[in-house]
């Protein structure tokens, strides 16, 4: 998921002290500072994730010993972050030269990251290695930056619409495929305390990362978000007014969306793949999920993580022989399965949990729809303006057409740093 904490203050701060060292002879001159030669020519790779919660550790485990055993000479020295702190030890690490070899870093990430000369450059890698095709455009997109391939998929998820069929079919409501269909469904559903449709609108990237769709779908892009984006936000300013969505989605997170579904006070919620464990959970819950409804045209926001590869790192070579193991289908469907994850290649499609269970095959069918929000190194200053135009929206603070203005004058000069 993408990171709820601002960075742009540190950024610019670690930046200047990154530009004044000079990054590139920084690079140059340090190295990773963490790979090791050892005897017999084993290698010692360090890499750095954010995956420190105790049920991702078992998948984690597996994949490592897997590598270590299948990946000649290969040897892995792992360190986990603090999912908010990854990007920022990176970003120093540029000027301490303690890096890693290899790091999973959230997709989103590389729009800062791709600009910085901290990632190693796996164009000519990956022309030569022929997989290229085999990802969903989606995915694939988010690791190119400058016309380079910065980085490999991990894996991905994105958001979808999950409804209470018992609560829908009480209603003589269709799961809806329309914003107009959607708004009248979310009315329809709406009885005392319950409301009709929760989703976060939290003045974070995950507030972000459920607007975007919205934007989308009504046709426009963050470089038309003086119109487009006011007609999004004019669509869930009217869903407040109506009553169907409670005005404190401005702070709600996702989890908080998930759990009034499952109490039963929102009949049908925004949210990705990672809440189905809980919600197959739940007692007496009965649900399903379909795609977000559509205006002008489908889209849904792409999350998930990217391998990348440190241009510090004194063994690229090895490195890149354990980002192609890890996509090796024998390696990667059980790791995708341990983590509740989806695959971010189309030929995996028809492997793993995915293949049956409903919901999660609703999930891997919306990525070829799925967008990442590949904007360039002024994406903080974009994430920004675009929170605080909701927020503002949604609290009646600004009118729709005023506050997209407002936040439309901001994107675009964020944009013109790509």
Same mark, same amino acid.
């Given at each position: 998921?993408?990171?709820?904490?601002?960075?742009?203050?540190?950024?610019? *701060?670690?930046?200047?002290?990154?530009?004044?060292?000079?990054?590139? =002879?920084?690079?140059?001159?340090?190295?990773? =500072?963490?790979?090791?030669?050892?005897?017999?020519?084993?290698?010692?790779?360090?890499?750095? %994730?954010?995956?420190?919660?105790?049920?991702?550790?078992?998948?984690?485990?597996?994949?490592? +010993? %897997?590598?270590?055993?299948?990946?000649?000479?290969?040897?892995?020295?792992?360190?986990?972050?603090?999912?908010?702190?990854?990007?920022?030890?990176?970003?120093?690490?540029?000027?301490?030269?303690?890096?890693? %070899?290899?790091?999973?870093?959230?997709?989103? #990430?590389?729009?800062? !990251?791709?600009?910085?000369? !901290?990632?190693?450059?796996?164009?000519?890698?990956?022309?030569?290695?022929?997989?290229?095709? &085999?990802?969903?455009?989606?995915?694939?997109?988010?690791? /190119?930056? =400058?016309?380079?391939?910065?980085?490999?998929?991990?894996?991905?998820?994105?958001?979808?619409?999950?409804?209470?069929?018992?609560?829908?079919?009480?209603?003589?409501? +269709?799961?809806?495929?329309?914003?107009?269909?959607?708004?009248?469904?979310?009315?329809?559903?709406?009885?005392?305390?319950?409301?009709?449709? #929760?989703?976060?609108?939290?003045?974070?990237?995950?507030?972000?990362? /459920?607007?975007?769709?919205?934007?989308?779908?009504? =046709?426009?892009?963050?470089?038309?978000?003086?119109?487009?984006?006011?007609?999004?936000?004019?669509?869930?300013?009217?869903?407040?007014?109506?009553?169907?969505?409670?005005? /404190?989605?401005?702070?709600? @997170?996702?989890?908080? $969306?998930?759990?009034?579904?499952?109490?039963?006070? *929102?009949?049908? &919620?925004?949210?990705?793949?990672? /809440?189905?464990? @809980?919600? +197959?959970?739940?007692?007496?819950?009965?649900?399903?999920?379909?795609?977000?409804?559509?205006?002008?045209?489908?889209? @849904?926001?792409?999350?998930?993580?990217?391998?990348?590869?440190?241009?510090?790192?004194?063994?690229?070579?090895? *490195?890149?022989?354990?980002?192609?193991?890890?996509?090796?289908?024998?390696?990667?469907?059980?790791?995708?399965?341990?983590?509740?994850?989806?695959?971010?290649? +189309?030929?995996?499609?028809?492997?793993?949990?995915? *293949?049956?269970?409903?919901?999660?095959?609703?999930?891997?069918?919306?990525?070829? $729809?799925?967008?990442?929000?590949?904007?360039?190194?002024?994406?903080?200053?974009?994430?920004?303006?675009?929170?605080?135009?909701?927020?503002? $929206?949604?609290?009646?603070?600004?009118?729709?057409? #005023?506050?997209?203005?407002?936040?439309?004058?901001?994107? %675009?000069?964020?944009?013109?740093?790509?």
């Amino acid at each position: 998921m993408p990171s709820t904490v601002d960075r742009r203050g540190f950024l610019r *701060a670690a930046g200047a002290g990154v530009t004044a060292l000079g990054l590139s =002879g920084a690079l140059a001159s340090c190295g990773s =500072g963490n790979s090791e030669q050892g005897s017999g020519g084993t290698t010692t790779l360090t890499w750095w %994730d954010y995956f420190s919660l105790e049920n991702f550790q078992p998948g984690m485990t597996a994949l490592i +010993k %897997d590598i270590e055993a299948n990946v000649p000479g290969v040897r892995i020295n792992r360190r986990t972050v603090p999912f908010a702190d990854l990007e920022r030890q990176l970003t120093l690490g540029a000027v301490s030269g303690k890096l890693p %070899d290899i790091a999973i870093v959230d997709n989103v #990430a590389m729009n800062s !990251l791709g600009g910085s000369g !901290l990632l190693a450059d796996l164009t000519d890698r990956v022309e030569e290695w022929g997989q290229a095709d &085999q990802y969903y455009d989606g995915p694939w997109a988010g690791c /190119q930056v =400058g016309g380079k391939t910065l980085g490999i998929p991990n894996n991905s998820n994105c958001l979808a619409l999950y409804y209470n069929t018992e609560l829908l079919r009480s209603a003589g409501v +269709k799961p809806p495929t329309t914003w107009d269909e959607l708004a009248v469904a979310a009315q329809r559903l709406t009885s005392g305390d319950r409301f009709g449709l #929760a989703l976060s609108a939290i003045k974070t990237e995950e507030g972000v990362f /459920q607007f975007l769709p919205f934007l989308w779908q009504a =046709g426009g892009d963050l470089d038309t978000f003086a119109t487009d984006g006011a007609t999004a936000l004019s669509y869930l300013d009217d869903l407040v007014a109506k009553g169907s969505l409670s005005e /404190q989605c401005v702070g709600w @997170t996702q989890q908080d $969306v998930n759990t009034r579904f499952i109490d039963r006070r *929102a009949a049908m &919620q925004i949210n990705g793949p990672w /809440q189905i464990p @809980t919600l +197959k959970k739940a007692k007496d819950l009965q649900w399903a999920v379909v795609a977000l409804p559509r205006d002008k045209t489908s889209a @849904t926001c792409l999350g998930g993580e990217n391998w990348v590869v440190m241009a510090s790192s004194e063994q690229q070579d090895k *490195a890149w022989d354990v980002l192609k193991y890890t996509q090796r289908p024998s390696v990667l469907v059980p790791y995708l399965e341990s983590f509740g994850n989806l695959p971010s290649r +189309k030929d995996l499609a028809d492997r793993g949990t995915w *293949a049956s269970d409903p919901a999660l095959r609703l999930f891997l069918g919306q990525l070829p $729809v799925a967008r990442p929000r590949q904007y360039g190194p002024g994406y903080p200053d974009i994430s920004q303006a675009v929170a605080e135009a909701e927020q503002a $929206v949604l609290t009646d603070s600004a009118a729709p057409s #005023a506050a997209a203005k407002t936040a439309a004058a901001k994107i %675009d000069k964020a944009l013109e740093r790509r």
